[in-house]
């Protein structure tokens, strides 16, 4: 996931909340240090992570599941 345009891992999943690592020099040179509960950022996240999500969510692969379907 990208916060910012900052690349980030994400290290946890809830049902409406996410958290990511930040390492210690993403922190110190990006605007992150800055940010503050409640600031507004730009999130992105990839096509291939909602395609991976969805082939763990149904248990098995879906031979008709396809990168359109996202």
Do not use: M, W
Request: with cysteine; proline share 3%; glycine share 8%.
């Amino acid at each position: 996931v990208a916060v910012d345009g900052i690349s980030l891992t994400v290290n946890e999943c809830a049902r409406q909340r996410f958290s990511v690592a930040i390492i210690p020099h993403t922190l110190r040179h990006t605007n992150l240090l800055g940010r503050r509960v409640g600031d507004k950022v730009n999130i992105e996240t990839d096509i291939v992570g909602k395609y991976v999500q969805r082939l763990l969510g149904s248990g098995r692969p879906n031979r008709e599941t396809s990168f359109e379907d996202f």
